[in-house]
């Protein structure tokens, strides 16, 4: 199991936590997971989030690993000039 | 053999600084741009815009147009696809105006000719029948009670209720308890700040030739930031197959953002499936100012409390951009960005996405940074005022490093913040005096950077040189970077590679170049592919030498055997190997492909001085320096032109450059002559200091440097403008009526 911190405008869409617990062992089962079991965060999740994972920042891959002890954090996707 | 070739330190040719592969082409004129694409039987295009803000399209008559000699074909919406949904909806309604025009130049229509004069002349004959509504540009008045709305229904689920619909997106960060973190300060500062919106200003105008026929092939040239996201928008657009359309980046004469989407070239290719011809479109400037992406505008405000002693003890901030008629501003990365550089308790970001009858906003250099830098670096020079603080001290007693928190949420990997603080502290230009009626200003600067989508491919020649293909458009240095990189893995001269740009049906896909991403995603996929290539140059080897593969390693450009017990052979010249290639298994090559994940974030501190005359409120940067965190400067004359790129753009953004609308809702300024770019005499020397704290994720360290330097610029100058002024510039642009008001407003108390 691993906590996924969530940013402040998702909290109201769990029930106000700051951060759910899902299972995954990498970015996209992790994804995955937050759908199914938070189908509130679903449209969020369709626009495009970033995961950062130990301070590294995951803007698409869903192969890469996370383990139940990383810090993991939604974050808004991320795009640049 | 294991193969490995990360290190930071112990470069041969990384770190150097060898000509510009792309200098000769480009002062002689060899250059292909945009513009310079022909094809036998090409027509000329041109668009037909809207001349209102806001206005319901009732008819187009092309039949005047269409009878006119040396006419081939007319497009509107009704030559693109149809039932598109989310972001291709959104390019395509800006691409071509469906049943609503939604700002001052939104394309209605297009024609092809057999030449531009005939092309305009049949232009000005379209006939469109308009309804013109009420309009809005300004980012507030647009989320007012009342205000007109541009769309109803394009509100996402980030939306909470009783918002104005032209809120279409809303963001919300932050930790900690601010209020509770506001009452333990010695000093609260709360303020409101505004910025315009202005244009990335590159050189360059959109250009492009296309041909498409009627089986649904087709070939595109344009100047762009990424030609496989053009080719994928384009094939969307128009309802091909992706495979089906190759697309070729030209020569860029400028991005910076603002070329990472498509504007003219699916109405290009629309024109010439219709015409049966090729097809050239090229921007005017007035048309690259109304209709292309330049950035938002906002309105903000920032409250920030700090003790006697530096410490902030929280932080609050609302940010407010619009960007254009559809959804996209970058408001998330405003928020996320504002508070980044400081080690908070209790911090809050609110950031709102608002539609506005203006052209769709594009990115530009670290979309959304450099305004929120301006707002929370003014107040924290205020506080610092206030209570005779150090600006320089007070941001290393509060300055995120490796295992703090970030405002927006994780905590921080390895980062360079203190390091270019430290760095400017000791510059001489933070303790040189300062002349009469000059203000000197200090602004932290922070940007994500990003990896992407990625592939390479490197192929040996017969004489030991090299060639890269990568498929992220040179906007920066890339190919340079891209050769040094090759060539400290290959153990070659930097010029026996030859790096190119290849095109959508040469290599596999390529993410934009934007992200600041090119050194770090396609200079990691460099370096794997050349790595790849030495692994097999090593196999060559050995089989050459009869001994084991694992026994072999490679060193400055050549095999050797890995020890005495390897046997006793002389070392094998990349030359000598690749001479025989053909005769020995083959072509050797090295190719890589993935998303790298492992950019590093980059952080900026810039000190500026400058002088306002307090007669005609003109403003004059008169020194500046750049000081920033590279990872690794691959080439570092490159990184110091990206840093003081940055500041110049950052000198024109806070003292001259904005849109101007009318009350009739058009732009005002659509021109360089009224839309003032810095030119070399608007600027001093720009110093640089590359600071390198290298980044983990990428085999030499390096981090992104091509966005983070606009991000303090806004703030420095508005810092050493309101210290030179004796008064505190809440507005940009600081043009010189504005400065009057200002220190009028001042000497009536």
Redesign the interface.
């Known amino acids: 199991m691993v906590d996924v911190a969530l940013w402040s405008g998702l909290r109201p869409l769990v029930g106000g936590r700051d951060s759910v617990t899902v299972e995954g062992g990498t970015v996209g089962e992790i994804l995955t997971a937050l759908r199914r079991d938070h189908p509130a965060l679903g449209p969020t999740l369709d626009a495009g989030v970033s995961v950062v994972v130990d301070g590294r920042v995951i803007a698409a891959s869903l192969t890469e690993p996370v383990h139940p002890d990383s810090e993991v954090v939604l974050m808004m996707r991320l795009k640049g000039g | 053999m294991a193969l490995d070739s990360s290190k930071t330190t112990g470069f041969k040719y990384v770190g150097t600084r060898p000509d510009r592969p792309d200098g000769f082409d480009k002062v002689t004129g060899r250059a292909k741009f945009g513009a310079d694409a022909t094809a036998p039987g090409m027509l000329f295009a041109a668009i037909k815009r809207s001349p209102h803000a806001h206005a319901r399209i009732l008819r187009i008559d092309t039949t005047k147009a269409l009878a006119m000699e040396g006419v081939k074909a007319v497009v509107t919406r009704a030559d693109f696809a149809t039932g598109l949904t989310g972001e291709n909806w959104n390019i395509l309604e800006n691409v071509m105006a469906g049943d609503t025009a939604l700002y001052d130049g939104h394309a209605v229509a297009a024609v092809a000719a057999t030449s531009a004069l005939s092309a305009r002349d049949a232009m000005k004959a379209i006939e469109v029948e308009y309804e013109i509504l009420p309009h809005v540009t300004d980012v507030d008045k647009a989320m007012e009670p009342g205000a007109p709305v541009i769309r109803t229904g394009a509100a996402?689920?980030?939306v909470p209720e009783g918002l104005h619909p032209n809120v279409v997106r809303?963001?919300?960060?932050?930790?900690g308890d601010v209020e509770a973190g506001f009452a333990e300060a010695d000093l609260v500062i709360e303020d409101h700040f505004v910025t315009e919106a202005t244009h990335?200003g590159y050189i360059e105008p959109h250009a492009c030739l296309g041909t498409l026929g009627a089986d649904g092939k087709g070939e595109l040239w344009c100047c762009t930031q990424g030609h496989w996201n053009v080719q994928k928008v384009c094939a969307a657009l128009l309802g091909l197959e992706t495979s089906q359309l190759r697309v070729t980046a030209s020569e860029i004469g400028g991005g910076?953002?603002?070329k990472?989407t498509v504007f003219i070239e699916p109405v290009a290719l629309a024109l010439s499936r219709k015409a049966n011809r090729p097809v050239k479109l090229v921007m005017t400037r007035a048309e690259v100012f109304k209709a292309s992406g330049p950035t938002s505008s906002t309105s903000m405000d920032v409250r920030i409390g700090m003790k006697t002693d530096g410490t902030i003890t929280a932080a609050e901030g609302v940010f407010r951009l619009q960007g254009g008629a559809f959804p996209g501003a970058?408001m998330?990365?405003t928020a996320?960005c504002a508070f980044a550089p400081y080690d908070l308790k209790h911090v809050?970001q609110v950031g709102y996405d608002v539609l506005t009858n203006r052209p769709k906003q594009a990115?530009?250099?670290?979309?959304g940074s450099p305004m929120a830098a301006f707002a929370v670096e003014s107040v924290i020079d205020e506080l610092c005022k206030k209570l005779d603080l150090d600006p320089i001290d007070t941001r290393l007693k509060n300055a995120s490093h490796e295992g703090t928190r970030a405002s927006?949420?994780?905590?921080?990997?390895r980062i360079g913040l203190v390091e270019t603080l430290e760095a400017a502290k000791a510059h001489p230009h933070y303790t040189a005096p300062l002349a009469p009626g000059q203000g000197r200003g200090i602004s932290c600067g922070f940007?994500?950077?990003?990896?992407?989508?990625t592939s390479v491919s490197l192929a040996m020649s017969e004489d030991g040189s090299a060639q890269i293909m990568v498929g992220t458009p040179d906007i920066g240095g890339s190919r340079a970077s891209m050769a040094l990189m090759a060539a400290e893995v290959l153990g070659i001269p930097y010029e026996n590679i030859r790096c190119t740009i290849a095109d959508t049906a040469s290599l596999g896909y390529n993410e934009i170049s934007?992200?600041?991403?090119v050194t770090y995603a396609s200079g990691l996929a460099t370096i794997k592919a050349a790595e790849a290539a030495v692994e097999e140059l090593c196999a060559r080897a050995a089989a050459k030498w009869g001994i084991p593969e694992d026994a072999v390693y490679w060193e400055d450009g050549c095999a050797k055997p890995s020890g005495p017990n390897a046997g006793d052979f002389e070392p094998l010249p990349i030359a000598e190997i690749t001479a025989t290639m053909g005769a020995t298994g083959g072509p050797i090559n090295g190719h890589f492909e993935a998303?790298p994940?492992?950019?590093g974030?980059s952080f900026a501190t810039h000190i500026v001085d400058a002088e306002v005359d307090r007669e005609t409120g003109s403003t004059k940067v008169v020194r500046y320096t750049v000081v920033q965190d590279a990872g690794k400067a691959v080439h570092p004359t490159y990184v110091e032109g990206q840093f003081q790129g940055g500041a110049a753009q950052g000198i024109g953004w806070a003292l001259n450059e904005e849109y101007i609308y009318g009350e009739d809702g058009r732009l005002q300024n659509a021109g360089f002559l009224d839309y003032r770019i810095p030119v070399a005499s608007d600027l001093p020397m720009i110093d640089t200091v590359i600071v390198e704290v290298p980044n983990p994720?990428h085999p030499f360290g390096v981090r992104g440097v091509?966005?983070t330097s606009i991000c303090p610029p806004l703030a420095a100058i508005a810092n050493a403008v309101s210290a030179a002024a004796g008064v505190r510039m809440r507005q940009l642009p600081m043009r010189p009526s504005r400065i009057l008001e200002a220190l009028d407003s001042a000497a009536d108390g």
Request: charge should be neutral.
């Open positions: 996402d689920a980030s809303y963001h919300k960060s932050g930790h990335q910076f953002g603002g990472t970058p998330e990365f996320m809050r990115a530009y250099r670290a979309p927006f949420g994780p905590k921080w990997p940007w994500f950077n990003h990896g992407g989508e934007h992200g600041s991403r998303t994940e492992g950019a974030v994720g091509g966005e």
